[in-house]
T-cell receptor, first 116, second 113 residues
């Protein structure tokens, strides 16, 4: 199946721990993103990568670090987790990019992070 | 930057009725307006989009209209069914190399059987 896959689906961890969320897309898209969805469903952009290069880095704590080993993967590493980091994190991809004409996103199914 | 307002935040209808969700945007340069449907426990899914050179687009029971002058666009769902129940998000942005849309805050649509 062509899709955006992210793992794990659920992540429960203690404050202060370090954790990673992995994301892979097999759609051949050039651009990948990380979004945070809070309890009120608001979708906030965190990072955007185009062909492994960081394009957008919104105001997020530097405890969050994205890593893109190739254009099909964009992982999110979070250091020293805090209670306020609890949210659902979505990876997405889009053919948007230089010369592209289709900008619709394909989202992964989300990772529900709970920090206790 | 772009600012997108979405209304209503909650919409409750009876099966078979029509539902309309409205969004306004602030940046007249925005030219791409997608709509996403998020079912419980899933990621948002693109259901329809419209570009600024088009005033209306239809796909079966869903349609989107765009008024560039007034800077607002709307999602119309006809003959609603219980499986239409979900959170719907509008978005607006300028297509290009660093395309990042601004999302509305979502509308929870509940269709009662």
């Amino acid at each position: 199946d062509t899709a955006v896959s992210q793992t794990p689906k659920y992540l429960v961890t203690q404050m202060g721990n370090d954790k990673s969320i992995k994301c892979e897309q097999n759609l051949g898209h050039d651009t990948m993103y990380w979004y945070k969805q809070d309890s009120k469903k608001f979708l906030k952009i965190m990072f955007s990568y185009n062909n492994k290069e960081l394009i957008i880095n919104e105001t997020v704590p530097n405890r969050f670090s994205p890593k893109s080993p190739d254009k099909a993967h964009l992982n999110l590493h979070i250091n020293s987790l805090e209670l306020g980091d609890s949210a659902v994190y979505f990876c997405a991809s889009s053919p948007a990019g230089f010369g592209g004409t289709n900008y619709g996103y394909t989202f992964g199914s989300g990772t529900r992070l709970t920090v206790v | 930057g772009e600012n997108v307002e979405q209304h209503p935040s909650t919409l409750s209808v009876q099966e078979g009725d029509s539902a309309v969700i409205k969004c306004t945007y602030s940046d007249s340069a925005s030219n791409y307006f997608p709509w996403y449907k998020q079912e419980l426990g899933k990621g948002p899914q693109l259901i329809i989009d419209i570009r600024s050179n088009v005033g209306e687009k239809k796909d079966q029971r869903i349609a989107v209209t765009l008024n560039k002058t007034a800077k607002h666009f709307s999602l119309h769902i006809t003959e609603t069914q219980p499986e239409d129940s979900a959170v719907y998000f509008c978005a607006a942005g300028l297509s290009g190399g660093s395309y990042i849309p601004t999302f509305g805050r979502g509308t929870s649509l509940i269709v009662h059987p």
